[in-house]
T-cell receptor
């Protein structure tokens, strides 16, 4: 099956700093990538959808200036949490689809962000 | 309003006790319905895609079925290693994904 990786798997940062999370599709070209946030024992909350080479589409309530998304190539998308605060601590998961007609999203293993 | 509802929220089964998880959906048009398994602290793992009513798919002890309003994930003779949260998601004809809140399954030896 399609493999998606995320890096880092865990990160601890101080309040006010920025953190970048990478999402890579390892064995396929991802035309669309998604970024989710998940709180403990809750379902996935879609933050934004990004297509290669174009600006990300953010869900209502998600600050685009705080959560910067770049989808520079067909195999890489990055999420940068700027000026992180403790309330940004969460589990961030990316997913990718090869071609939208294929429909399936393949998820990365997630990144646990802790802001102290 | 498009939405996906999963039930029950949590399910405890004895090893070998078969059961079903439900995913009800209301969307303007269905392109696909997906089942995922998620273990704690990990990303969801893809299980099945169903595209049209009447379709069924199987994988080991799991079988997914689809009607025009809901999908069932049947678990036959579950084992402790089947313990996980099972997520259902729907892709609408408007290319929007909707996720359910999941069913947390615990299989007791």
């Amino acid at each position: 099956g399609a493999v998606v990786s995320q890096h880092p798997s865990r990160v601890i940062c101080k309040s006010g700093t920025s953190v970048k999370i990478e999402c890579r599709s390892l064995d396929f070209q991802a035309t669309t990538m998604f970024w989710y946030r998940q709180f403990p024992k809750q379902s996935l909350m879609l933050m934004a959808t990004s297509n290669e080479g174009s600006k990300a589409t953010y869900e209502q309530g998600v600050e685009k200036d705080k959560f910067l998304i770049n989808h520079a190539s067909l195999t890489l998308s990055t999420l940068t949490v700027t000026s992180a605060h403790p309330e940004d601590s969460s589990f961030y998961i990316c997913s990718a689809t090869a071609v939208l007609e294929d429909y399936e999203q393949y998820f990365g293993p997630g990144t646990r962000l802790t802001v102290t | 309003e498009d939405q996906v509802t999963q039930s029950p929220e949590a399910l405890r089964l004895q090893e070998g006790e078969s059961s079903s998880l439900n995913c009800s959906y209301t969307v303007s048009g269905l392109r696909g319905l997906f089942w995922y398994r998620q273990d704690p602290g990990k990303g969801p793992e893809f299980l099945f895609t169903l595209y049209s009513a009447g379709e069924e798919k199987e994988k080991e002890r799991l079988k997914a079925t689809l009607t025009k309003k809901e999908s069932f994930l049947h678990i036959t003779a579950p084992k402790p290693e089947d313990s996980a949260t099972y997520l259902c998601a729907v892709l609408s004809t408007g290319n929007q994904f909707y996720f359910g809140t999941g069913t947390s399954l615990t299989v007791i030896p």
